[in-house]
């Protein structure tokens, strides 16, 4: 299997919407409402122009029953592509305006740590549930670490949810540092 991580593209959004989309529902069940995520209905708009921000996805050749399946209609174009999108993360710039609530401010506690540093956000790593437990967080995890280096970051934040403990797990097990952690966020930093 041909594994490929490359930026977004245009035709990439809706897939990359839904991806994140069936991955928070599924994280937070009946409490799941996707009016919550404006950012997620121009990934392009928002994070790419709007940011500077960078967004890869996850790509392999369809495998047939295998790959994740786009729910929805549409797409346009002829279907000229045989890959499937099966993960994706974005690696923003700060400071950033959050315009529509997506991310949890750093905590008060870490700021004067963080004044002078020129710092970037992990933020929004999915992978289908078909695909998971095979190595690809982790995958793209590193990819945008490597971004970052190139970018000339100092630090990359994450922030995830505290009861989301594979997500908490796998930031642990790539470096991340546990900065603050409490009953709703936990808070990480890789130093680069």
Same mark, same amino acid.
């Given at each position: 299997?041909?594994?490929?991580?490359?930026?977004?593209?245009?035709?990439?959004?809706?897939?990359?919407?839904?991806?994140?989309?069936?991955?928070?529902?599924?994280?937070?069940?009946?409490?799941?409402?996707?009016?919550?995520?404006?950012?997620?209905?121009?990934?392009?708009? /928002?994070?790419?122009?709007?940011?500077?921000?960078?967004?890869?996805?996850? +790509?392999?050749?369809?495998?047939?029953?295998?790959?994740?399946?786009?729910?929805?209609?549409?797409?346009?174009?002829?279907?000229?592509?045989?890959?499937?999108?099966?993960?994706?993360?974005?690696?923003?710039?700060?400071?950033? +305006?959050?315009? /529509?609530?997506?991310?949890?401010?750093?905590?008060?506690?870490?700021?004067?740590?963080?004044?002078?540093?020129?710092?970037?956000?992990?933020?929004?790593?999915?992978?289908?549930?078909?695909?998971?437990?095979?190595?690809?967080?982790?995958?793209?995890?590193?990819?945008?670490?490597?971004?970052?280096?190139?970018?000339?970051?100092?630090?990359?934040?994450?922030?995830?949810?505290?009861?989301?403990?594979?997500?908490?797990?796998? /930031?642990?097990?790539?470096?991340?540092?546990?900065?603050?952690?409490?009953?709703?966020?936990?808070?990480?930093? /890789?130093?680069?």
């Amino acid at each position: 299997m041909s594994l490929t991580i490359r930026g977004i593209k245009r035709e990439d959004q809706e897939e990359v919407h839904d991806l994140v989309l069936e991955g928070l529902a599924e994280r937070w069940g009946a409490e799941f409402d996707p009016s919550y995520n404006q950012d997620l209905v121009d990934i392009i708009g /928002y994070y790419v122009e709007g940011h500077r921000a960078t967004v890869v996805v996850l +790509e392999y050749p369809d495998q047939g029953s295998e790959s994740r399946s786009v729910t929805g209609g549409g797409g346009g174009g002829g279907g000229a592509s045989s890959h499937r999108i099966v993960g994706c993360g974005i690696l923003l710039p700060l400071p950033a +305006e959050d315009i /529509y609530g997506t991310w949890c401010p750093e905590p008060a506690s870490r700021i004067d740590d963080l004044k002078g540093l020129k710092l970037c956000r992990m933020m929004r790593l999915s992978v289908s549930k078909v695909h998971r437990g095979k190595g690809f967080a982790k995958q793209i995890i590193q990819h945008l670490i490597n971004m970052a280096k190139e970018q000339g970051f100092d630090r990359i934040l994450v922030e995830t949810e505290t009861l989301w403990t594979s997500a908490v797990q796998i /930031y642990k097990s790539m470096g991340f540092v546990l900065v603050e952690s409490g009953e709703e966020n936990v808070h990480f930093e /890789y130093t680069l």
